[in-house]
């Protein structure tokens, strides 16, 4: 794997852009460090202390997402777009079958299992519409100011993705929303239309946390109100039921002070739940300070001024243009909601931190993302 990235990196005919790769990589080398002290909690109580089996288990499925860069970054982007409907509806396809043959995780049927191995669809649904939007957009960039088609076409597709991830994760849901909309924006969508497009989308969280009293109460623990009938009041106030871990995770950033506790000293990590995950941020700016956060998060938005000012501006045709906003923006949002989380500033919503949380689909989609990125510099400097 390592002279495979020293190829692409230094191979003249591959001028891709240098600082996205190196980003990926220092991401995933912080990642790699974070899991391994954050995994010790869930290794005491599933592998009597067995730290490396999970260790592990994350650099499998981190060279994997590193693989899937390493190929999407080669394969020209326009041939893609050739099967990204298809790629779009197998998608879709597969969140219909997941709630009929998945398998439930902390309330919520959002996998398949084949054996030790485990696909979340939503995952590559979200890239999967990322790149049949773009096509679309540059379809009907002719008449896209017509309602009926080029705008009804596009929200179609939007919304159907949404509502079938949002069945299961609105939190995904609604972050892949803002993603398409901003994607519309960018191909000259009427800010009308978008406007439609945003109440369409509040009406249907709206009515999915009706139908979800658990998601419903972590909205109104977060805003300290009851608003919701189907809501139990003890529950929504209580600092160890939906407020336990925004909790922890706040005293996890008071410990941290300006510099931390030092790798692996981790207190919380025993308290927060699924800390190797979803509250990521929060063990490294326990155990790196204020500091390290800060670093951690210039990272994420040099990536967004490469992906943006970059790639985007210089890509050699409207598609390359779409899908670096497309692209970039996923992966920025993922990082923008779980840092907003760890700190209090928004509800808490499960996203997993793109490269250094502990996870598996979500990783391989990334890396499927960053792949794209890098191939669209390639196009552009090879023109």
């Given at each position: 794997m390592a002279n495979q990235f020293r190829s692409i990196v230094l191979r003249a005919q591959n001028p891709m852009d240098k600082y996205v790769l190196w980003i990926a990589l220092a991401l995933s080398a912080i990642g790699v460090m974070a899991v391994y002290s954050a995994i010790a909690?869930?290794?005491?109580?599933?592998?009597?202390?067995?730290?490396?089996?999970?260790?592990?288990?994350?650099?499998?499925?981190?060279?994997?997402?590193?693989?899937?860069?390493?190929?999407?970054?080669?394969?020209?982007?326009?041939?893609?777009?050739?099967?990204?409907?298809?790629?779009?509806?197998?998608?879709?396809?597969?969140?219909?079958?997941?709630?009929i043959f998945g398998v439930s995780y902390g309330g919520a049927t959002r996998a398949f299992q084949f054996s030790i191995v485990s696909f979340q669809p939503s995952d590559l649904a979200k890239v999967a519409a990322v790149l049949y939007i773009s096509v679309l957009l540059v379809r009907k960039q002719d008449y896209i100011s017509s309602f009926s088609k080029a705008v009804l076409p596009i929200l179609f597709w939007v919304f159907i993705t949404v509502i079938l991830i949002g069945l299961e994760d609105l939190s995904t849901a609604l972050l892949v929303l803002i993603t398409l909309l901003l994607l519309a924006f960018v191909g000259r969508v009427s800010l009308k239309y978008l406007g439609l497009g945003c109440l369409t989308g509040?009406?249907?969280?709206?009515?999915?946390?009706?139908?979800?009293?658990?998601?419903?109460?972590?909205?109104?623990?977060?805003?300290?109100?009851?608003?919701?009938?189907?809501?139990?009041?003890?529950?929504?106030?209580?600092?160890?039921?939906?407020?336990?871990?925004?909790?922890?995770?706040?005293?996890?950033?008071?410990?941290?002070?300006?510099t931390?506790?030092?790798?692996?000293?981790?207190?919380?990590?025993?308290?927060?739940?699924?800390?190797?995950?979803?509250?990521?941020?929060?063990?490294?700016?326990?155990?790196?300070?204020?500091?390290?956060s800060l670093v951690l998060?210039?990272?994420?938005?040099?990536?967004?001024?490469?992906?943006?000012?970059?790639?985007?501006?210089?890509?050699?045709?409207?598609?390359?243009?779409?899908?670096?906003?497309?692209?970039?923006?996923?992966?920025?949002?993922?990082?923008?909601?779980?840092?907003?989380?760890?700190?209090?500033?928004?509800?808490?919503?499960?996203?997993?931190?793109?490269?250094?949380?502990?996870?598996?689909t979500s990783m391989v989609a990334t890396g499927m993302a960053i792949g794209i990125l890098l191939n669209i510099s390639i196009q552009a400097e090879r023109q």
């Open positions: 909690f869930l290794a005491e109580v599933r592998a009597d202390g067995d730290t490396e089996q999970y260790l592990w288990r994350h650099l499998l499925r981190l060279g994997v997402a590193l693989t899937a860069l390493v190929i999407f970054s080669r394969i020209d982007y326009h041939h893609l777009a050739r099967w990204s409907k298809l790629f779009l509806v197998a998608s879709l396809l597969s969140l219909v079958l997941v709630r509040l009406a249907c969280a709206f009515l999915m946390l009706l139908a979800s009293p658990n998601r419903a109460e972590r909205i109104e623990s977060y805003l300290g109100v009851k608003i919701f009938p189907n809501t139990e009041e003890v529950d929504v106030f209580s600092l160890q039921s939906e407020g336990y871990q925004a909790h922890q995770a706040q005293i996890a950033l008071a410990m941290g002070g300006w931390g506790r030092g790798p692996g000293k981790s207190v919380q990590r025993d308290f927060l739940p699924a800390p190797y995950n979803d509250f990521i941020f929060a063990i490294i700016t326990e155990e790196y300070g204020l500091i390290g998060l210039g990272l994420f938005m040099l990536f967004l001024f490469r992906g943006f000012l970059r790639i985007a501006r210089h890509a050699s045709d409207p598609l390359g243009l779409f899908l670096a906003v497309g692209c970039t923006t996923l992966l920025f949002l993922y990082s923008l909601i779980h840092a907003g989380v760890s700190v209090g500033i928004l509800p808490v919503t499960g996203l997993p931190l793109p490269l250094v949380s502990y996870g598996g």
